[in-house]
């Protein structure tokens, strides 16, 4: 069964980082592409990051320059760096990949940018 579990959400302040770690099982993860999405507060879900097989990486124009996604195939773990984090970077963020014909999303972790 595939399982992703996200952890390292917050409250942190403008122009604050934060780190977010995604936890995968179930599948060959070093096969696959893992993505970032997030969901603010009455918005739709927006990519916020995707790192490929072989390490092609894709960012929004909304994160790019700011955000930094890697994964360590070893520990079958995806990151999301988050550097200089604005209140519109408010959201859940969840970690997915596709795996079996199916796209499958962690229960996400809050990340709260606020004074």
């Known amino acids: 069964q595939v399982q992703l579990v996200e952890s390292g959400g917050g409250l942190v302040q403008p122009g604050g980082s934060l780190t977010l770690s995604c936890a995968a099982s179930g599948f060959n993860f070093g096969s696959v592409s893992m993505r970032w999405y997030r969901r603010a507060p009455g918005k739709e879900r927006e990519l916020g990051a995707t790192i490929g097989v072989g390490g092609l990486l894709t960012y929004p124009a909304s994160v790019k320059g700011r955000f930094t996604i890697s994964r360590d195939n070893a520990k079958n773990m995806v990151y999301l760096q988050m550097n200089n984090l604005k209140p519109e970077d408010t959201a859940v963020y969840y970690c997915?990949?596709?795996?079996?014909?199916?796209?499958?999303w962690g229960p996400g972790t809050q990340v709260t940018v606020s004074s």
């Open positions: 997915t990949t596709d795996w079996s014909f199916k796209m499958w």
